[in-house]
């Protein structure tokens, strides 16, 4: 079982950047694809970005394609989400989540694709 700790949510101004990052702390990193949901106050889950296991594969949503980049770095058993040109509506507490199901390309973009979840890490925007 692998457990998750997101981190680098913070405050930012419209059109800035932050990045955060997912570090697992159980498990072998490399066995698992990695994704980014996002929940705004009052609304559902959404997802975000994911990356397969073999780094190779990637997805976004329509919503941050361009902007956001999902990558991982196994060495250092961290996903990355680096996020440019925030707004407003970015605004969100951000997931990370996990799973070894699949295969190596796999990236899912439901939560039901997903294991595991981390606490979530709030990104704030202002105008």
């Known amino acids: 079982q692998v457990q998750l700790v997101e981190s680098g949510g913070g405050l930012v101004q419209a059109g800035g950047s932050l990045r955060l990052s997912c570090t697992a702390s159980?498990?072998?990193?490399?066995?698992?694809?990695y994704g980014w949901f996002r929940q705004a106050a009052g609304k559902e889950r959404e997802f975000v970005a994911g990356?397969?296991?073999?780094?190779?594969?990637?997805r976004y949503s329509d919503s941050v394609k361009g902007r956001f980049t999902i990558s991982r770095d196994n060495a250092k058993n961290t996903s990355y989400l680096q996020m440019n040109s925030l707004r407003p509506e970015d605004t969100a507490v951000y997931y990370c989540?996990?799973?070894?199901?699949?295969?190596?390309?796999?990236?899912?973009?439901?939560?039901?694709?997903?294991?595991?979840w981390g606490q979530g890490t709030q990104v704030t925007v202002s105008s």
């Open positions: 989540a996990a799973d070894s199901r699949g295969t190596i390309n796999t990236v899912a973009s439901n939560s039901g694709g997903y294991t595991y």
């Open positions: 159980e498990g072998t990193f490399s066995r698992y694809a």
């Open positions: 990356i397969g296991r073999s780094g190779v594969f990637t």
